[in-house]
């Protein structure tokens, strides 16, 4: 059916009278005479819009005499063309000259996720300092460290406890981050193998509105792109408090006409601030090259690697801080901690095959390997021994996606379709998955859960975007395919069990541009995430992939040159699903939910060196089948802010005073035990001499008390009568200062 509509679309466009006429050219940098990728071509009169392909070409339909086209790319100054006979039916070059990231450089036009521009605004006015501040960029996203830095985050994002990443769809340069059947959890996104100062742009969108994502994707993703290219090569050092010490390298390795690229390296050390010190330590290693012709075909190859061992002094509860026994950074089992590495291998091709056409493909390979020892109970379900229990898994992620683009004119050049065909696969193979318990790391107890796991995803979509004028048209269906396969190694017969599960999920997304300074938005679609193979088979399939609904209505507007303002209103409904908690080795129902909320968000350029920006997000999160008073859903925020205001280029300074803020919430289904909120403050202050930057770090600039995470959970300290069950949290780090150097040369 839909290669029947795309074939009368089609045949209608070849009898259309062309009148309209076409405006087509290249665009290039002023600074090497490349042409530029990505450059936003915009028609202030008509609201038509597009953007220059690998080779920098472009080209605009429904263009008459008298028109302004608007020419526009983060970090480059804007250019206007007034056009006159000579420009119609013709071919132009643009030259685009660098220029520092402007509120001013950006029109909010007729596209599904404009938001992501001010986004990269942001990264580029304030630039992440970990990879645990790229998150932190999304507007109303929360995250949590709670065992020793090296454990992926937990996450916060429309009143959802995402844990560490079920509900959030995470990529990086489209390989995925998110572990499913993961030995700690359904979807676990470690991101510390990314190098933050190798990030060149974040792309996000909050909803399940997008076919080409899938799984995880419900309250939104998270698409990182690294840099294809470095200006300068970079030496950088930072030490500072708890014995902490940073090493960065950026080095060119090729700096061709058409070749390109780099070596990124990152050695991070630490003792944390806790007093049984964390001996953290992360490598990190990168190697990227570009290649690309500017005619038809660009080809990108990354190998990196990334390993990371620690200790932590884990969640500990509120009796014994209160009762003197410890104090706030002191622990009750300091034997926790782990290890990790991933090795990732990954290639991407983009083909143009006419002025219309293009494919586009990637592929990629990565082996990882986990490790967590933790004691969340302490002496509760062992009095002898102690509650210590280990995770590990070996994994293997294969995969590749392929996706065909094509455009053409509708209504005599007045309106455009395109349209793209995806098909790809993702394969997990993960041996050993294990729960067991354990003492002092060393003696093994007891095996809880101990098997295989291979899982295979295979997927295809469609996306339709149909513009004209103002209005911006984008439906899209997804479909998925897996198949879930689990060997228990416990059983003393072979004891192999399969499942497999085909789901079809439809999109819309309607966009409207009054004018370069207001968009009207309304999304809706379904989205899922899959639950643990082990959940799976021991359930014999039943709500295999939990299906999210939601819909956002809101709008962009841009009243002033340098002043943005985001509105939206959201709802969204998940199904009924089981959730495998591995930290048990249980399956557990967890009801079908819902949530309605508010995001809001201003940004404001003061001048050419002041930037200041605020989200404040809002969330009704409740169980859809329990009784009002029982029917909250533990740790989802219903009030979360972060913001800042940052100078750029202000006589050799640059930096930001930023915050985040959580409101206080339910820690269980009734509200009778609470986690705390908090409202932190840090700053980053830089002076560039040359080639040369020096600079301060500040975390917790007014050393503030407050929990980074918190959970309700019931324990029992050694030789107490009964057990608890109250909040045990992580602090959050006090003030923490670090001074840095580096080199630009």
């Not at 609201?47 to 008459?64: C, M, P, Q, R």
């Not at 929360?142 to 090296?150: K, Y």
């Not at 004691?375 to 065909?404: M, S």
């Amino acid at each position: 059916m839909f290669k029947k509509i795309i074939t009368l679309l089609l045949f209608a466009c070849s009898f259309g009278v062309v009148n309209a006429h076409e405006l087509s050219g290249t665009v290039i940098s002023d600074d090497n005479s490349k042409p530029l990728q990505g450059v936003g071509v915009y028609n202030k009169n008509t609201g038509a819009y597009t953007y220059t392909n690998v080779s920098g070409y472009f080209e605009l339909d429904d263009i008459s005499i008298g028109d302004v086209v608007y020419f526009y790319q983060l970090g480059y100054e804007n250019q206007e063309l007034l056009i006159n006979e000579s420009h119609l039916d013709s071919k132009v070059q643009i030259n685009l000259s660098i220029s520092s990231a402007s509120l001013d450089q950006v029109l909010i036009v007729s596209k599904v996720n404009v938001l992501s521009t001010f986004l990269n605004l942001d990264l580029k006015t304030s630039p992440v300092k970990s990879s645990q501040e790229v998150l932190r960029k999304i507007p109303g996203l929360i995250i949590g460290q709670h065992a020793g830095g090296g454990k992926a985050e937990q996450i916060f994002l429309r009143g959802f406890d995402i844990d560490h990443g079920t509900d959030i769809s995470i990529d990086v340069d489209g390989m995925p981050v998110n572990m499913v059947s993961h030995a700690h959890g359904q979807g676990y996104a470690d991101m510390h193998f990314i190098i933050p100062e190798t990030i060149d742009n974040i792309d996000f969108g909050k909803g399940s509105y997008y076919a080409d994502k899938g799984n995880f994707n419900t309250a939104g993703y998270v698409d990182i792109n690294t840099k294809k290219t470095i200006d300068n090569n970079i030496l950088s050092l930072e030490a500072g408090q708890f014995n902490t010490l940073r090493a960065l390298s950026m080095v060119k390795l090729i700096d061709a006409e058409n070749s390109s690229a780099y070596l990124a390296s990152e050695l991070m050390l630490s003792d944390g601030v806790f007093e049984s010190p964390q001996n953290f330590n992360r490598i990190n290693i990168m190697g990227r090259y570009n290649f690309n012709n500017y005619k038809d075909q660009e080809f990108n190859l990354a190998i990196s690697h990334f390993q990371s061992k620690w200790d932590a002094s884990g969640q500990i509860p509120v009796r014994a801080v209160e009762s003197g026994q410890i104090s706030r950074f002191g622990a009750i089992d300091d034997t926790e901690g782990g290890n990790t590495s991933r090795s990732n291998f990954w290639v991407s091709h983009n083909k143009i095959l006419d002025e219309h056409s293009s494919i586009k493909s990637s592929a990629y390979l990565s082996k990882y390997d986990f490790e967590l020892f933790s004691n969340f109970t302490f002496f509760l379900e062992d009095p002898v021994n102690a509650d210590q229990i280990r995770q590990y898994e070996n994994r293997t992620i294969i995969g590749g996606k392929t996706v065909f683009e094509h455009s053409f004119h509708l209504e005599d050049h007045d309106a455009q379709l395109k349209y793209e065909l995806g098909v790809g696969f993702r394969y997990d193979d993960v041996n050993d998955v294990q729960l067991s318990r354990t003492k002092n790391r060393q003696e093994l107890l007891e095996r809880l859960a101990y098997g295989n796991v291979d899982e295979l995803n295979g997927f295809s979509f469609a996306n339709l975007t149909y513009k004209k004028k103002k209005w911006t048209l984008n439906p899209g269906l997804r479909l998925d395919y897996f198949n879930f396969d689990y060997e228990n190694l416990l059983t003393e017969t072979y004891d192999n069990k399969s499942e497999n599960k085909v789901l079809l999920s439809p999109k819309l997304n309607v966009i409207y541009a009054s004018s370069p300074k207001l968009q009207l938005f309304a999304k809706t679609g379904l989205g899922y995430h899959s639950n643990d193979t082990r959940v799976v088979t021991a359930n014999n399939g039943k709500e295999t992939l939990p299906v999210a609904f939601g819909t956002d209505v809101g709008l962009i507007t841009k009243p002033l040159d340098r002043l943005v303002i985001n509105a939206a209103l959201w709802s969204l409904f998940l199904q009924q699903e089981f959730v495998y908690v591995g930290d048990a080795g249980i399956v557990e129902p967890s009801g079908k939910t819902k949530r309605y909320g508010v995001d809001f968000g201003l940004r404001y350029q003061f001048n050419d060196w002041l930037f200041f920006n605020t989200d404040i997000n809002y969330t009704y999160a409740r169980s859809s089948e329990e009784p009002s008073g029982e029917d909250y859903i533990p740790l989802a925020p219903d009030l979360t802010s972060s913001g800042g205001l940052n100078i750029k280029n202000l006589k050799n300074f640059s930096g930001g005073l930023s915050y985040r803020y959580i409101k206080d919430r339910p820690a269980n289904e009734d509200n009778s035990i609470v986690a705390e909120g908090y409202f932190i403050t840090d700053l980053n202050l830089n002076y560039t001499h040359k080639n040369w930057t020096f600079g301060l770090i500040v975390e917790n600039l007014f050393d503030s008390e407050w929990n980074e995470t918190q959970f309700a959970t019931e324990s029992r300290l050694f030789n107490e009568p009964d057990s608890v069950e109250e909040i045990h949290f992580t602090p959050g780090t006090p003030f923490f200062l670090r001074g840095k150097i580096s080199v630009n040369f």
